[in-house]
Antibody, heavy 123, light 107 residues
């Protein structure tokens, strides 16, 4: 079965870069019928979709407007994983971060979730 | 952006009760509407996709209905393990958005 394993620091200083990785087992980061997403959750913002990356003969990236100027996703086919990099963080970026798959079904539903990483931004 | 609302924000119910949660989209999302269950300290879990299709492994007491802007999640007979928070999510257009959640408490 498909599993996502997240890794990365739980504490980041303000103005620095938050980086998390998501290792995929049971599927391929370059699969042509899936997308790979990052979602965060906080009491103030609820569940917030940050963006996605996917491969359709080339890599595509869609980012939420709220973070577009600060975020990049980095798929790595050799490691079969994808990473999130969010720069210039502030305490408002404190949240639980999830990597999530949209499966091949075509409904756009988030069917596989990583375990979540609680990230605290210290001021 | 498509705004998602849910009602109620919380409810109290007893084991065996039928529970209904409503989700409304600010514009039509066709049937690109999904439901998730989240328990404390855990990631959300997909229950219903495409408005009414049951995710594999999810008990049949869960059902979904609706299209366009109005959707419903029903639990036919609430079980102890169903006390959790439920979210709807539209996958019609980016940015994908979620409802604020409905917390189901034990009465």
């Amino acid at each position: 079965q498909v599993e996502l394993q997240q890794s990365g620091p739980g504490l980041v200083k303000a103005s620095q870069t938050l980086s998390l990785s998501c290792a995929i087992s049971g599927d391929s980061v370059s699969g042509n019928s899936v997308t790979w997403n990052w979602i965060r959750q906080s009491p103030s913002r609820g569940l917030e979709w940050l963006g996605r990356t996917y491969y359709r003969s080339k890599w595509f990236y869609d980012y939420a407007v709220s973070v577009k100027s600060r975020i990049t996703f980095d798929p790595d086919t050799s490691m079969n994983q994808f990473s999130l990099h969010l720069n210039s963080v502030t305490p408002e970026d404190t949240a639980i971060y999830y990597c999530v798959r949209v499966g091949p079904r075509g409904s756009g539903s988030f069917d596989i979730w990583g375990q979540g990483t609680m990230v605290t931004v210290s001021s | 952006d498509i705004q998602m609302t849910q009602s109620p924000s919380s409810l109290s119910a007893s084991v065996g009760d039928r529970v209904t949660i409503t989700c409304r989209a600010s514009q039509s999302v066709s049937t690109y509407l999904n439901w998730y269950q989240q328990k404390p300290g855990k990631a959300p879990k997909l229950l219903i996709y495409a408005a009414s299709s049951l995710q594999s492994g999810v008990p049949s007491r869960f059902s979904g209905s609706g299209s366009g802007t109005d959707f419903t999640l029903s639990i036919s007979s609430l079980q102890p393990e169903d006390f959790a928070t439920y979210f709807c999510h539209q996958s019609y257009s980016t940015p994908f958005t979620f409802g604020p959640g409905t917390k189901v408490h034990i009465k």
